[in-house]
C-alpha cells in the first residue's frame, strides 16, 4: 500500500520556525518532484512550492507568500521531503499537504501532476 | 501568476443530473489543466489531468474538455457519492495555482 505521510505538525507560537516532514511508504520519491500545498481552515488549496527531482537538477520554487521564509528540501537516501517553515505568520495556519507529481500517458504525451497527496498534517500559529 | 477562476462556487443538484464547473485561466495554459476532488476532512484527489484524461479508477461519469484559457468538468449522472469541493489545478508553470472551488451539493 502506498502512502505520503506527513509529520511535525502542530500549534507553534508567530515567528517561531517549524519544520515538516514527509515520508513515503511503499512509494518512491526519490525521482519524483514534490510539492507542497497547504490549505486553510474552510478555505480553498494553495500551492506552497515544489523541489523537482535530481534528474531535473533538485531546483525548488516557492509562492510569492512564502518565498524567503519557506525551504523545501529531500533526501533520497531516506526517502525524506521536508518543508522549513520559519518566520511564521498567523496566516500561514492550515493544513499541509505533501504531494508527488507523477509522469501520466495522456492524449499521446506525458504530463507532470499533483497526482499522489499525504493525509495532511494541521499547523496552528497562534500565540 | 496564473489566475484560476472556477464558477459557479457552489451548486446543487439532483441524483441523476448533469452538472459542470467551468474555470477560466487568465492566460493560455494549453491543456495543462487538472481538476481535483476534496470531500470534508480528506486529502484532495485528481479527477482529471491533461485537461481531458481520467485518472486511473476514476469513474467515466467525470470528463473533462477545453484548451487555452476555458475549461469545462462535466459529471454525467450526478450520485450521492459526488457531493464534495471540486478544485482546478494549472500546471502550466509554477507556481501551480488552484482555482478556488465549486462546491457540489445534493438535492
Known amino acids: 500500500d502506498e502512502h505520503l505521510v506527513e509529520s511535525g505538525g502542530g500549534l507553534i507560537q508567530p515567528g517561531r520556525s517549524l519544520r515538516l516532514s514527509c515520508k513515503g511508504s511503499g512509494v518512491s520519491l526519490g525521482d519524483h518532484s514534490l510539492t507542497w500545498v497547504r490549505q486553510s481552515p474552510g478555505k480553498g488549496l494553495e500551492w506552497v512550492g515544489l523541489i523537482r527531482s535530481r534528474g531535473y537538477g533538485g531546483t525548488t520554487d516557492y509562492a510569492a507568500s512564502v518565498q524567503g521564509r519557506f525551504t523545501i528540501s529531500r533526501d533520497d537516501s531516506q526517502n525524506m521531503a521536508y518543508l522549513q517553515m520559519t518566520s511564521l505568520k498567523i496566516e500561514d495556519t492550515g493544513v499541509y499537504y505533501c504531494?508527488?507529481?507523477?509522469?501520466?500517458?495522456?492524449?499521446?504525451?506525458?504530463?507532470?501532476?499533483?497526482?499522489?497527496w499525504g493525509q495532511g498534517i494541521p499547523v496552528t500559529v497562534s500565540s | 501568476d496564473i489566475q484560476m477562476t472556477q464558477s459557479p462556487s457552489s451548486l446543487s443538484a439532483s441524483v441523476g443530473d448533469r452538472v459542470s464547473i467551468t474555470c477560466r485561466a487568465s492566460q493560455g495554459i494549453n491543456t495543462y489543466l487538472n481538476w481535483f476532488q476534496q470531500k470534508p476532512g480528506k486529502a484532495p484527489t485528481l479527477l482529471i489531468y491533461a485537461a481531458s484524461s481520467l485518472q486511473d479508477e476514476v469513474s467515466s461519469r467525470f470528463s473533462g474538455s477545453g484548451s487555452g484559457t476555458d475549461f469545462t468538468l462535466t459529471i454525467t449522472s450526478l450520485q450521492p457519492e459526488d457531493s464534495a469541493i471540486y478544485y482546478c489545478?494549472?500546471?502550466?508553470?509554477?507556481?501551480?495555482?488552484f482555482g478556488q472551488g465549486t462546491k457540489v451539493e445534493i438535492k
Open positions: 504531494v508527488r507529481d507523477d509522469l501520466l500517458l495522456g492524449s499521446g504525451s506525458y504530463w507532470h501532476v499533483d497526482a499522489h
Open positions: 489545478q494549472q500546471s502550466y508553470r509554477t507556481p501551480r495555482t
